[in-house]
C-alpha cells in the first residue's frame, strides 16, 4: 500500500547525468539498427547532450548479420566526428554478440570499451551454445568482459545472474529497462538486480528519439534506485 505513495524523482530534474558518460549508444549512422543517417546521428548527440551527458562512447553492433568490421566502424566513427560540432567528447567501442562468429573477432583487433572492457551481448530468448567458454575467451586474451543489459535476456534466472557474478562477470544496466521501455519483465528483473547490488555500469542503449526521449525525459525513481543509478554514474567515469 505505501509504495503507491513513495515519492518519484525526475532522473533529468535531479541533474545526476550532467558531465556524465554513456557507455553504450547506437549513434553511429548506417551500421546496425541504430541511427539511419548523419541526421539522425546529430540528433541523438543533441539529445544526449541536453540530457546532460559529457562523454559518449558509440557502440554499433558487431555480429553475423551485422558486419562491420574494427577499420570499417572506425572510418564511419572519423566522418562523424568530422561534422559534429557539439560539447560532448565522442569515443569508439562496439558492442559483440556472443554467436559463432565471435572468437575470430577476438582476434580481429576488437574495439574495446575504455582500457579493457569489451561490450558483449546474447540473444533475448536462448543462452549462446557455449556462453561460459566464450566469455572465458575474452579474459584468456586480456579483456575484461562486460555484460550488456542482463534484465534483456529472458532465459536467465537468479541462478544465471548469481554464477556470472560469482564468476567476477560485470553487468551493465539499461537506464531505460527502470521505466519499462523494453516492457515489464526486464524492468521488474532490472529493479531486482540493482537491489541485489549487481550492476557495475549503466548505458542508455539509444536506437532512435521517438518513445524513447520522451520516456526518459520523464524517468523518475524512488530515493533508492536514484542513488544508485547516481554511483553506476560515477563508477562510468572510471571506465
Ligand atoms: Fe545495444
Known amino acids: 500500500m505505501f509504495s503507491l505513495f513513495r515519492k518519484r524523482y525526475s532522473v533529468l530534474a535531479s541533474e545526476i547525468l ?3 558518460t554513456d557507455v553504450h549508444a547506437h549513434i553511429l549512422s548506417g551500421v546496425d539498427d541504430g541511427a539511419r543517417d548523419t541526421q539522425q546521428s546529430l540528433e541523438l548527440l543533441q539529445f544526449l547532450e541536453q540530457m ?9 553492433h558487431v555480429m553475423e548479420d551485422v558486419r562491420n568490421t574494427t577499420e570499417s ?3 564511419c566513427f572519423e566522418s562523424l566526428v568530422s561534422v559534429y560540432q557539439g560539447v560532448c567528447q565522442l569515443h569508439l567501442a562496439a558492442e559483440y554478440m556472443l554467436d559463432a562468429g565471435f572468437e575470430n573477432k577476438l582476434d580481429a583487433d576488437p574495439l574495446l570499451l575504455g582500457k579493457e572492457h569489451l561490450l558483449v551481448e546474447t540473444s533475448y530468448f536462448s543462452p549462446p551454445v557455449n556462453l ?3 566469455l572465458k575467451s575474452v579474459w584468456e586474451k586480456g579483456y575484461r568482459p562486460l555484460i550488456a543489459h542482463p534484465e534483456r535476456y529472458e532465459y ?16 551493465q544496466l539499461n537506464i531505460m529497462s527502470l521505466s519499462g521501455y523494453y516492457g515489464r519483465r526486464p524492468k521488474a528483473v532490472a ?8 550492476y557495475d555500469y549503466v548505458g542508455t542503449d539509444i536506437h532512435h528519439l521517438d518513445v524513447y526521449q ?3 525525459e520523464k524517468l523518475s525513481l524512488g530515493k533508492e534506485q536514484l542513488m544508485t543509478l547516481e554511483h553506476l554514474l560515477t563508477r562510468n567515469e572510471s571506465i
Open 156 to 171: 536467465m534466472g537468479e541462478e544465471d545472474y548469481k554464477n556470472l557474478k560469482r564468476k567476477g562477470y560485470e553487468f
Open 132 to 134: 561460459d567458454g566464450m
Open 73 to 75: 566502424l572506425r572510418k
Open 214 to 216: 520522451d520516456m526518459f
Open 52 to 60: 546532460g551527458y559529457r562523454t559518449l562512447w558509440l557502440t554499433p
Open 191 to 198: 529493479e531486482q538486480l540493482m537491489e541485489w547490488g549487481m
Open 18 to 20: 550532467k558531465g556524465k
